[in-house]
């Protein structure tokens, strides 16, 4: 039976704005949250809506299911000398030169999902307007079955900035388990506007009933909660975690059959003052027997999740990182069965470039170097093959090329328009409005209109500075 957002209001806390300083790895004892990977469990909030509806298979070259799990803030050094990750490491091929986009988390969950992480440098509150595409785009128009799942999100397609419960380590009290900063595809008006798509990103409940039913899409996206990811934990933790969950899965068909792919990764290093190399791993069912237990040196970054999942399955492209020549590399046993040429870079090449700077990259989601959404690359060629991908009502005039010198927000005292929370969400399965304000603040800096038909929405710029309109117009 499904939980009522009200009956999980009254057992958590829904904090609307912005959360403190990130918590610091912690001492705590593993506790598993569920009896088994396939149960169900109230320490992973709502009960689930049932399960997920997909349609067929759609065949792809190499992989029929493509599954990311990403964990946190860990040197490749770190992840490398756990046993654990050790002992997974003999089951697929290890990434030894994949490497995240930036700092901090927030930006790469972002470039995962759209190819580009907008210049954003912080973890805040962020929600990307619906003409800005994403991958969930792609697989639509092949009709590839996707979903999202988070563990310890209250209800499906929530879009709240974080979510407090119950302390199921400690045993009493609340806990911060869910961010919405770890949950790519919310962050896309796109995806969470529209009432369909918003209700495929789910929680482990949901999980369960999916595992159960042979129901998991062909595309997924996975994310632990706060403690078991390793935010507030450390590598040790993720380790029970894993041989709690992760290795009995496995070992179920019905999840990772001969036709899986599964990655794991991490959104970043915990040091910032190296590049941002991390430690990844692809394995499951569909990898290539001669593969496992051997390592890749190929050159790699998140823009290759999406360039390889393009070249699996003939689609189109972003026509942004993951058309990147310089940072779209497909992995090789898939660019291998497509026919897909990858630029060379290996190893420890002075041709790899600094993937650790943060704060200075401007970009829609920079007030300190604010410049308007551009288009993406209409002429780009994706690994797939396909068109470019262009949002309804997309501004093709406004090109990288053609953008407008950085504005600095901050020192005006605005924030970028895109830090305002649009105010709608799914607290019983269908969309509602809320007053929430802005979480941070910047209500000055920008105005959404929202139509309440799904899908649709009006943004009108309300700020124009040196002449820059900040917030492009959707014509609808």
């Not at 649709?456 to 117009?473: I, K, Y």
Request: proline share 7%; net charge negative; hydrophobic share 40%.
């Amino acid at each position: 039976m499904k939980m009522t957002a009200r009956a999980l209001l009254a057992a958590g806390t829904l904090l609307a704005h912005a959360a403190g300083p990130a918590r610091a790895a912690t001492a705590q004892v593993f506790s598993p949250p569920a009896s088994s990977y396939d149960a169900e469990s109230a320490n992973y909030t709502g009960a689930s809506n049932g399960t997920l509806q997909n349609g067929p298979v759609v065949p792809g070259k190499v992989f029929d299911r493509f599954v990311q799990i990403w964990f946190e803030n860990t040197d490749f050094e770190t992840a490398a000398s756990s046993p654990t990750f050790q002992n997974l490491s003999q089951q697929g091929v290890l990434f030894t030169s994949y490497y995240a986009m930036t700092h901090p988390s927030e930006p790469n969950y972002i470039a995962v999902a759209g190819g580009d992480f907008f210049g954003n440098a912080v973890d805040d509150f962020r929600a990307i307007p619906m003409n800005i595409s994403s991958i969930v785009d792609l697989l639509e128009q092949k009709n590839i079955s996707w979903a999202s799942y988070q563990e310890s999100m209250p209800y499906d397609g929530f879009t709240g900035y974080n979510y407090t419960s119950f302390d199921y380590i400690a045993g009493s009290g609340d806990y911060t388990y869910y961010v919405r900063k770890h949950n790519p595809l919310i962050i896309f008006d796109s995806v969470s506007n529209v009432t369909d798509r918003a209700l495929r990103i789910r929680n482990f409940n949901d999980f369960a009933r999916d595992v159960n039913a042979s129901a998991i899409p062909q595309w997924s996206f996975i994310t632990p909660n706060l403690v078991n990811d390793g935010h507030d934990t450390d590598i040790d933790f993720v380790s029970q975690w894993i041989q709690f969950w992760l290795n009995p899965i496995l070992a179920d068909t019905r999840f990772n059959d001969n036709r899986t792919i599964i990655l794991l990764t991490f959104d970043e290093t915990e040091t910032y003052s190296i590049n941002n190399r991390i430690w990844t791993l692809a394995l499951g069912g569909g990898l290539p027997a001669q593969l496992k237990n051997t390592t890749d040196d190929t050159f790699y970054t998140h823009y290759s999740c999406l360039s390889t999942v393009e070249a699996n399955w003939g689609l189109g492209s972003l026509g942004r990182g993951d058309t990147n020549a310089s940072l779209n590399n497909v992995f090789e046993f898939v660019a291998n069965v497509t026919g897909w040429k990858n630029n060379g870079v290996s190893g420890s090449s002075p041709d790899i470039p600094l993937l650790n700077i943060t704060g200075t990259i401007p970009g829609p989601l920079n007030p300190e170097y604010y410049v308007p959404f551009s288009a993406p690359n209409t002429s780009a060629v994706g690994a797939g093959g396909g068109p470019v991908f262009q949002g309804p009502g997309l501004n093709t005039a406004l090109t990288a090329a053609s953008q407008p010198a950085p504005v600095n927000l901050t020192a005006k005292g605005l924030d970028t328009p895109w830090a305002q929370n649009p105010g709608y969400d799914y607290p019983d399965g269908t969309q509602v409005y809320t007053s929430t304000p802005s979480p941070t603040g910047s209500a000055s800096a920008g105005t959404r209109s929202w139509t309440r038909g799904e899908g649709r929405v009006a943004m009108v710029p309300a700020l124009a500075l040196l002449g820059l309109v900040v917030g492009p117009l959707l014509v609808l």
